[in-house]
């Protein structure tokens, strides 16, 4: 499924199924087909999306061949990545007091 995130100044974020509910499991927020985010959540979802992101590259594997399969594909797919525009569009949302919400 395609979830499509939107704020009044910032073009929409487009994410697949994966993507949004790794991201949402990332803030602590149980995911819902709609919602809305409220200017006074957002600084807190920033801080935990990118406490996420650097705990995931601080447990990045080595390039000494020693990597198992799970790191391989968490090195393959990281979450700093494939999060980046959403996170922009947090911020986006933060600097112009805007809510963000999806599934309307």
Known sequence: ???QFQTKNAAPVI???DLTHR???AIGRPFENQ???LPEQIPG???RLQTAIDAEQ???PS???TNDDEDQSSESDPLGRR???FLELLRQALKDQEPIVWGV
Do not use: C, Q, R, T
Request: glycine share 8%.
């Open 1 to 3: 499924m395609i979830h």
């Open 15 to 17: 994410m697949l199924d």
């Open 23 to 25: 991201i949402f499991n």
């Open 35 to 37: 919602g809305i985010f």
């Open 45 to 47: 979802y920033i801080e």
């Open 58 to 60: 601080d447990k990045a």
């Open 63 to 65: 390039s000494d061949g």
């Open 83 to 85: 999060a980046y525009p």
